[in-house]
């Protein structure tokens, strides 16, 4: 039945005269008279008499039998819209219990209690049920004219407040939809931000990286010129030294040889010249500095290959063991000072990859272990190795380790646990997004007290494009 023109009344009354003057009044019966319908049709044209809509009258001859009626109806989805509830009902329930039991089940039941007399007057009746908005009284003996009038106006009024209920919830529905679709796009329009943000973070770092490729390369041409030359000069002076040294020797044996006063004075010029220390420092010195060199030109060289940019964005096969070692050349003073560190390292076969990125990506992990360092001088160490069609790259640390509800989030972008200024909260979240561009893995595993483990899997071979 439709919720909105519910017809149906639930009398419940001990007295069975009771109910027959109710289906006398709401359900009287339709007289027939055909021929008075055909002669008035003749005189005045067929017209369609409005009806009087129809009441559907239930009867109970109890509380509780007027309950199991409701409950029933209700299941059945047919619900009354109004309930005649008779006061005094000597066997069983009286007609405030009664109420009570209905409005348990159904709130929205209008009712007009029918009385002679009452084991209650009015105000402690709405006092009891509090429901001076659903409750009408109806003394015995009654008009039949109320009574229609009363049955037609509670249930206009259940079905207007059915009406206005319906509504609400339409409301509350379309409320609660549109509150949905503001927190989908707030979640999408923050998701959006972040993304944003670690998209130009990214950027950043790859201009960064760009900018120091280009010095680098720019230091690199400028720096290797005058080492090659101070190499070759080294080289030579370490020469034109080891020519003179049996001269020197020579002079030593002929002025031990001369005697007197000219070996004398010999003598003193030498130990003036400090000539057997200048002998055996000035090959010291020269073999330092050629080392130097070296040095000045790996550091060069090992910041080339870390920052090398990829331009053009295309796959290229690098050495992934080469990779670490310029890196940690590159971190080497954040280190010194912290922690030991040890290499475990297995041969691995050319990856195809984007290097300075994985460059970058190694970096971020051992400066991470480098700070996570305590007071005492810790360990980091570094292990790789290949499984399957993935070569696979290990940093742990012997630090401080991470709290479980921290270990959730450290890939968030912008999470960080360092003091304001000290950290971006990006370093994890761009190395997350450079293994996952290359078809890897980055996962950790910590135990407070104890360290922290990163361990990072990358495909030899590429199946994607580089974007």
Known sequence: MSELSNRRILLIDDMPSIHEDFRKILMPATPQSVELDEMEAALFGAQTRPERPLFELDSAYGGEEGLGKLIQALQEQRPYALAFVDMRMPDGWDGAK????????????QVVVCTAYSDYSWDELLDRLQAHDRLLILKKPFDNIEVQ???NTLLTKWQMTERASLQMHHLEHLVDQRTAQFKQASEDLQREIDERKQLEGQLVQSEKLASLGQLAAGVAHEINNP?????????TLDGYFNQLRPLFDAYHSIGQSLGGESAARLQQQREAA???????????????SKEG????????KDLKDFSRVDTQQQWQWANLQQGIESTLNIVASELKYKADLVKD??????IECLPSQINQVIMNLVVNAAQAMGPERGTITLRTGVEGDNVWIEVADTGSGIPPDTLQKIFDPFFTTK????GTGLGLSLSYGIVKKHGGDIQVRSELGVGTTFRVELPIRQNRLAV
């Open 98 to 109: 009664t109420i009570e039991h209905l409005w348990q089940h159904d709130p929205q039941l």
């Open 149 to 151: 009038q009363m049955a």
């Open 227 to 235: 080492i090659g030359f101070i190499s070759s000069n080294l080289g």
């Open 274 to 288: 400090e000539l057997d220390f200048l002998l055996e420092d000035i090959p010291l010195l020269i073999r330092e």
């Open 293 to 300: 060199i070296g040095r000045v030109g790996q550091i060069v």
């Open 345 to 350: 390292y297995q041969p691995l076969p050319d």
């Open 419 to 422: 003091p304001v200024g000290q």
